[in-house]
């Protein structure tokens, strides 16, 4: 008895008290939550982009238990004759649609799983282009940002020089006095003015250390036709799931609900880390902009 399959007896004799003749079925799902919970900081390195390897790792470190998973189920071994339902756990779909058909006790089984999986991947699908949907816009609005920033700091220009002068009046004390507080409130302007292309200068800076890398129309159009293409690639668990045996089917949808649920979980906690930077940054600019106005 390997390692894998002793594992697997053991904590389906810990639930067989509550789920009966399906214990090992729930091990198996409990056994892959196992696993990607040991690969979880895997994982969240590959989300960060630490290193190009570190994308690939959970996937292949997966391999070898899924291995072990379809050869416990598909050669000779105590765990054949264990059943989720009504159907054995080494079944596979041809062999339940042998026994009663695409509608008979087993074949609502494996129904059942292609259904749970084709929903896991409907999810995965949406996410992914909605994430390829979100990339391009961040890239294009990279690209505006410095032109934007370009066009307010020329727009200023005028401003200031319009500030430095002040048209004469009539000679004499009076038009000398007026003449001298118009050159002050001119300086006045001048400075605040500064202060301000200042302020957005650095800010522009910030913004533009901070952005995406800006891409080309054929890099974005790529990105485009990926976005909408790579998602579809999750159904493809659902034809592997029809030609494994039944053990290995549950594997697969528990792994796959597992990444499609982590990498949410992840993206979210960008996001709301995202907006927690952002809100001081805003708050700093508005305050200064303020101060420079008095």
Same mark, same amino acid.
């Given at each position: 008895?390997? *390692? ?24 198996? *799902?409990?056994?892959? @939550? ?23 790792? $959970? ?56 259904? @749970? ?8 699908? @949406? ?19 410095? *032109? ?9 220009? $005028?401003? @200031? ?22 050159? !002050? ?6 400075? !605040? ?11 522009? *800076? ?38 494994? $045996? ?41 305050? !200064? ?6």
């Amino acid at each position: 008895m390997s *390692v894998f399959t002793h594992l697997v007896v053991e904590l389906g004799r810990l639930l067989e008290p509550v789920l009966a003749e399906s214990a090992t079925a729930a091990a198996i *799902v409990l056994f892959t @939550v196992l696993v990607r919970l040991a690969l979880h900081p895997l994982s969240r390195a590959a989300f960060r982009g630490a290193t190009p390897l570190a994308g690939c790792l $959970p996937l292949l470190l997966q391999l070898p238990v899924f291995f072990l998973m379809y050869q416990a189920f598909s050669s000779g071994g105590e765990l054949l004759s264990h059943r989720l339902f009504a159907t054995p756990l080494g079944s596979r779909w041809a062999d339940a649609l042998g026994e009663g058909g695409l509608f008979g006790a087993q074949g609502l089984v494996f129904l059942a799983l292609f259904g @749970v999986i084709a929903v896991v991947a409907a999810w995965s699908a @949406v996410r992914g282009r909605r994430s390829a949907a979100a990339a391009a816009a961040a890239a294009a609005d990279a690209a505006e940002k410095p *032109v934007a920033a370009q066009k307010s700091a020329a727009a200023r220009r $005028p401003a @200031v020089g319009s500030g430095k002068t002040k048209p004469g009046g009539k000679a004499g004390a009076g038009a000398r006095a007026r003449a001298a507080a118009g050159a !002050g409130a001119g300086v006045a302007a001048a400075a !605040g003015a500064r202060a301000r292309a200042e302020g957005g200068h650095r800010a522009g *800076v910030g913004a533009g250390a901070a952005a995406v890398p800006e891409l080309s129309a054929e890099q974005q159009e790529v990105m485009r036709k990926l976005g909408g293409v790579l998602p579809l690639l999750s159904f493809g668990t659902l034809i592997t799931a029809a030609v494994v $045996p039944l053990a290995a089917g549950l594997y697969l949808l528990t792994t796959t609900a597992w990444a499609v649920a982590e990498r949410a979980w992840l993206e979210r906690r960008k996001a709301r880390a995202a907006a927690r930077t952002e809100t001081p940054g805003t708050e700093r600019a508005v305050d !200064g902009a303020a101060r420079s106005s008095l």
